[in-house]
């Protein structure tokens, strides 16, 4: 065996030992991932304890597929490393839609020794065509093996831990994990705009996710004293029980952020989220994609409009300071769903003006607020 794989070849055999015994995972492991609701000391979560890994006999993952036929052998290898270091069988399922490429034939010719392979192919009508809703069906042909279902996107490079890794955290008892994508876009930050919108951003970003972290807390979503989970929630990964995806209707039927939608439909329902950074995909961050709304399209626009749109997911001071007023009063709200803006989409111009709005209201209000808040808690706990 080649010595570039000689930690991977010793974590498959610490791996089965896992398995084979029914242990739970690993704190090691564990620290890598935050998980949505726990307990107000943060010592257990609040629905489910700890699950044996050998609950999960299987894992199917599901990926739609559309005119993919050079860069899906590269997600097919990838898939295959992966697989070769679960100690269940695992089986993907291409959903090769609307294609006029040979994905289909490439995908039947290829040979990988760890995966077993379902290649289906269909042609949506133009008012279905679109990557949520093939995604969605298959999911639901994936599920109908049972066990952990899995998700990620044809021109996606998942990480050679992407399985383990969701496995290891549904162990901690989670009923939904999202993981952590990254992306070159070189060309994008080359324009005055992209770099703008990435700047602005990421600034307005990190100070809401403190926020929203906060707020995780305070309703019992996130353990206390918890690192802030990267809050990424995207189709290209992402895991899931079968019985929980079932037990929600599965995902939602929309053209785009249907991943978004999902783990905000899980939420309401009372499952378990986990954030969890061990478990990582590459996506491509190509400028024309396959599905409308998509990544290559936002992309797009932001090279081209001076003005950006920004995520849809970000958030006004004022609507975050109510959420924190009502969390304050004892009546914490739901988070909002971050597939659809809850009022005027903001731009780049909006973040750079609501930034200082942003940061006046956490430094002043909030993060004193949430340090009594914590103080009182522990006292209580004490």
């Known amino acids: ?107 039947r010719r290829l040979n990988y020794p760890a995966l077993s392979l379902q290649v289906l192919e269909t042609e949506f009508s133009q008012n279905q065509a679109s990557a949520g809703h093939a995604r969605g069906m298959a999911m639901r042909v994936a599920a109908s093996q049972g066990g952990l279902l899995m998700t990620t996107d044809a021109d996606a490079i998942p990480d050679p831990m992407w399985m383990i890794s969701a496995l290891m955290a549904m162990a901690g008892g989670a009923d939904l994990v999202c993981g952590r994508i990254t992306a070159r876009v070189p060309r994008v930050m080359a324009t005055p705009s992209g770099g703008r919108i990435t700047r602005a951003e990421f600034s307005y970003a990190t100070m809401m996710h403190e926020v929203r972290h906060y707020l995780d807390q305070m309703a019992g979503r996130q353990a206390i ?49 986990n954030y969890c950074d061990g478990m990582r995909a590459r996506v491509s961050g190509r400028l024309r994609g396959r599905a409308a709304g998509g990544m290559a399209e936002c992309l797009r626009q932001r090279m081209q409009d001076e003005d950006p749109y920004a995520d849809q997911a970000m958030l006004s001071p004022k609507l975050l300071a109510q959420l924190w007023s009502d969390a304050m009063y004892g009546s914490p ?50």
């Open 333 to 382: 709200q739901p988070y909002p769903d971050r597939s659809t803006s809850p009022g005027p989409r903001m731009r780049a111009s909006d973040l750079e003006t609501a930034l200082p709005l942003l940061a006046q209201l956490t430094t002043d209000i909030i993060r004193p607020q949430f340090a009594e808040w914590l103080s009182r808690k522990r006292v209580v706990a004490a």
């Open 225 to 273: 004293g918890s690192v802030r989970p990267h809050y990424m929630e995207s189709g290209a990964c992402m895991a899931m029980r079968v019985q929980a995806f079932l037990a929600v209707g599965g995902l939602p039927d929309r053209p785009c952020s249907e991943d978004r939608a999902m783990v905000y439909r899980a939420e309401t329902a009372g499952l378990v989220v």
């Open 1 to 107: 065996m080649p010595a570039r794989f000689f930690k991977i070849d010793k974590l498959l055999n610490a791996s089965k030992l896992l398995f084979v015994r029914g242990t739970s995972c690993p704190a090691a492991w564990l620290s890598t991932c935050s998980q949505r609701r726990f307990t107000l000391d943060g010592s257990a979560p609040m629905t489910r304890s700890a699950t044996s890994l050998t609950s999960l006999n299987h894992i199917a993952v599901a990926v739609p597929v559309r005119n993919e036929a050079t860069r899906l052998p590269k997600l097919l290898s990838a898939l295959d490393v992966g697989a070769s270091i679960v100690p269940v069988p695992v089986t993907v399922t291409l959903l090769i839609n609307n294609t006029t490429d040979a994905s289909a034939k490439i995908a």
